[in-house]
Nanobody, 127 residues
Framework: QVQLVESGGGLVQAGGSLRLSCAAS????????MGWFRQAPGLEREFVAR????????YYSDSVKGRFTISRDNTKNTMYLQMNSLNPEDTAVYYC????????????????????WGQGTQVTVSS
C-alpha cells in the first residue's frame, strides 16, 4: 500500500511562486509514475503534470507548461511541483497521485489512471 501526503500550499500573490511536496511511503515509490492534479471549486479535477518512475520523462498540461516544473527524488520518496508565475486561475486544491500501472503506456492524464491519492493541499493566488 502507498500513502501520499502533500504539503507546501498556501496564499501567494499573482506572479509569485510556491513549491509543493508529496511524500510517499513504501519502498515501491521509485517504480511508480507520479502525477499532480488540481481541482477548483465547481470544476472538474484536471491534470497538471506527470513524471516517469526514473524522473527522465515529464509531461505538462498546456495551461502550466513553461511555468511549472515537476521533479522527484527517489532517495527521499518525494515528488515536487515548483510553481512560478502564478496567477489567480491556478487557485485550486492540488493533489499528488501515484500510477503503479504506468508501464501499460498511454498518456496517463486522466484521474482514473492513478490508483493512489493524497489528501490535497490548497493553493490560493490573489490578484
Amino acid at each position: 500500500q502507498v500513502q501520499l501526503v502533500e504539503s507546501g500550499g498556501g496564499l501567494v500573490q499573482a506572479g509569485g511562486s510556491l513549491r509543493l511536496s508529496c511524500a510517499a511511503s513504501g519502498r515501491m515509490f521509485s517504480s511508480y509514475g507520479m502525477g499532480w492534479f488540481r481541482q477548483a471549486p465547481g470544476l472538474e479535477r484536471e491534470f497538471v503534470a506527470r513524471i516517469s518512475w526514473s524522473g527522465g520523462r515529464t509531461y505538462y498540461s498546456d495551461s502550466v507548461k513553461g511555468r511549472f516544473t515537476i521533479s522527484r527524488d527517489n532517495t527521499k520518496n518525494t515528488m515536487y511541483l515548483q510553481m512560478n508565475s502564478l496567477n489567480p486561475e491556478d487557485t485550486a486544491v492540488y493533489y499528488c497521485a501515484a500510477d503503479p500501472n504506468a508501464w501499460q503506456g498511454g498518456r496517463r492524464v486522466s484521474s482514473s489512471d492513478y490508483g493512489y491519492w493524497g489528501q490535497g493541499t490548497q493553493v490560493t493566488v490573489s490578484s
